[in-house]
């Protein structure tokens, strides 16, 4: 038999055959803002997930924090380890569903790429710092970071991605039928790839900041016992096996967890199309409600752990003595790079001509890494430290 190459043409009609009515095919695809010749050999959504890839955002998620600032430990998850997780679940609720796999995996490499450091208590100090200046969102800076500020071709500004991921960035985890001030089709709903990473996402922080939490010795394996999605599931592993010490059940339990809550949304996600009588990817938009959803009893088990995890881990004294870290950082490193702009570095300070003080000081911290911010922050307010370029 010949050899032969799978080009971009039979990768679309592959998609066309295969994939539910209601998946994205990239055939469809509304193209990139700045126009662009096709690749013979990848569809619009492997080079969108490339090119994320390449960005220098996507590499700085290694050194962003998730709950556990980086240098706290060497097995705490990242944004980067986070944003991997979420790839992976989402691929595997793609292809159940039979989704576009392609466009679900460039949704989840890039839906945090907006996240400055420190985590959400980075995001909401540049908020406070910017609320007179248009404020600050993570999915908005997102979609700012792949339109503009990452600069990798010479005839136009930021990755040029498909119009379908940077309308996913816009709308991830946004509320159901609310206008929101952009471009990308404000009243309809997400597609159902965008409606993937988003579960995707709460599937991968929940099970895997217990993982942590435990790590981190914030709580035990008997304390978690008071929640149903803990107990069930070790309690079905114990009957299996009898010989786990607590750190190796604990892994048995998360695993469990995110297997248990993935079979889940397949199952009421079938169930909510056929409700719905969704069958095409119009039908999707069309409706006001999310369609990819855990069913009744496991929202309640999966809220009754937020709320747990919130309690016990993302409040707790220790987490919060860093999360204050961070907030001064990031305030002290704002006002003063306002009062002095002279003191950014010199492609920062030429954007200035274009843009206003606050979202050009805005735009350089967000892009920190926790690191460089600590590093920023030493060499800046530290009299003994030595300022070197």
Known sequence: MNPRLITRKMIEQNEDR????????????????????????????????????????????EYKTQVFVNHEGDHYRTRLTHTLEVAMISRSIARSL???????????????????????SGEHILNEMMKHHGGFEHNHQGLRIVELLEKKYPDFEGINLSWEVREGIIKHNC???????????PHTSPLLEVQVVNIADEI????????????????????????ATWAEVEDSIRQKRNDLNDR????YVVRGIIDTQVCDVLQQTQENLKRHNIESAEDVRSVNVPLVTFSPEVADKNKALKKYLYENLYTHHQV?????????????????????????????????????????????????????????YRKLYSLSERYTI
């Open 175 to 185: 509320e159901y039928a609310k206008t929101i001030g952009h471009e990308y089709e």
């Open 320 to 376: 919060e003595i860093m999360n204050q870290k961070g907030l001064r950082i990031i305030r002290e490193l704002f006002e003063l790079f306002v009062s002095n702009p002279r003191l950014l570095d010199p492609d920062t300070h030429k954007r200035l001509d274009s843009n206003s003080l606050e979202r050009v000081v805005c735009d350089y911290i967000a892009g920190m890494t926790d690191r460089y911010a600590f590093e920023q």
């Open 248 to 251: 190796m059940l604990a892994h």
């Open 18 to 61: 295969m994939l539910a009515p209601y998946a994205m095919r990239s055939m469809h695809s509304k193209g990139r803002k700045h126009p662009e010749p096709e690749h013979e050999y990848r569809s619009v959504y492997q080079r969108d997930r490339d090119r994320i890839v390449h960005s220098r955002a996507f590499r700085r998620l």
């Open 98 to 120: 039979g989704l576009n796999e392609d466009l679900v995996e460039a949704l989840a490499l890039v839906h945090d790429v907006g996240h400055p450091a420190f985590g959400h």
């Open 204 to 227: 991968a922080y929940n099970s895997h900041d217990l993982d942590d939490g435990l790590s981190s010795g914030l709580f035990t394996t008997q304390d978690l016992r008071q929640l």
